[in-house]
């Protein structure tokens, strides 16, 4: 059973990059894509990209100026990264898995890092 | 992009009623490519349906998905306190970006 781990800091300032990794364990890290979803407080759910064991990336087209995810195989590991944040990056941010290829549902997740952009 | 607006904002039913929740589209959702997700207070969602109509592991013969084109229903059928829960469908494969609805709030009477 895959269980994804997600860390990272909580709490930056505006213009500072966010930084979150999230580990991937059981399972099959090379047969999937992973992905990177937020959802603001009280908000809904917007998916921000994803990448496979390759490198492989697809972002969303309104974040992708901005955004970085990358992989770190041999750790089952992969990252991401997000420059210059503002007030509306706040979030409770998911690392999760695609179920089966990519731009799919997604059937395990991560617990969520709150993220917090304040000045 | 595409669009899903989900109807109505909140629901709120007693115990054993069926819910019936919609997702409609802005544009034809080829495949079938339409996920339905629960989040329950304080956690990450949980799929509940893919490919329409197709129950994730584990879930309940209760949650059942039906519709095409643009179109989409959730139903839960005899409603138990711990369904409380606001219920997002989101549609994949198809154009990017991913895309979720706006979520439902299904509360208990």
């Known amino acids: 059973q895959v269980q994804l781990q997600q860390w990272g800091a909580g709490l930056l300032k505006p213009s500072e990059t966010l930084s979150l990794t999230c580990a991937v364990y059981?399972?099959?890290?090379?047969?999937?894509?992973w992905s990177w979803i937020r959802q603001p407080p009280g908000k809904g759910l917007e998916w921000i990209g994803e990448?496979?064991?390759?490198?492989?990336?697809i972002y969303n087209p309104s974040l992708k100026s901005r955004v970085t995810i990358s992989v770190d195989t041999p750790k089952n590991q992969f990252s991401l990264k997000l420059t210059s944040v503002t007030a509306a990056d706040t979030a409770v941010y998911y690392c999760a898995k695609d179920r089966v290829g990519a731009i799919d549902a997604f059937d395990i997740w991560g617990l969520g890092t709150l993220v917090t952009v304040s000045s | 992009e595409i669009v899903l607006t989900q109807s109505p904002g909140t629901l709120s039913l007693s115990p054993g009623e069926r819910a019936t929740l919609s997702c409609r589209a802005s544009?034809?959702?080829?495949?079938?490519?339409l996920a339905w997700y629960q989040q329950k207070p304080g956690q990450a969602p949980r799929l509940l349906i893919y490919g329409v109509s197709i129950r994730a592991t584990g879930i309940p013969e209760r949650f059942s998905g039906s519709g095409s084109g643009t179109d989409f229903t959730l139903t839960i059928r005899r409603l138990e306190p711990g369904d409380l829960a606001v219920y997002y469908c989101?549609?994949?494969?198809?154009?990017?970006?991913?895309?979720f609805g706006g979520g439902t709030k299904v509360e208990i009477k």
């Open positions: 990448i496979n064991h390759s490198g492989n990336t």
């Open positions: 544009q034809t959702i080829n495949n079938n490519y």
């Open positions: 059981g399972g099959s890290f090379t047969d999937y894509y």
């Open positions: 989101q549609q994949y494969g198809s154009l990017l970006p991913l895309t």
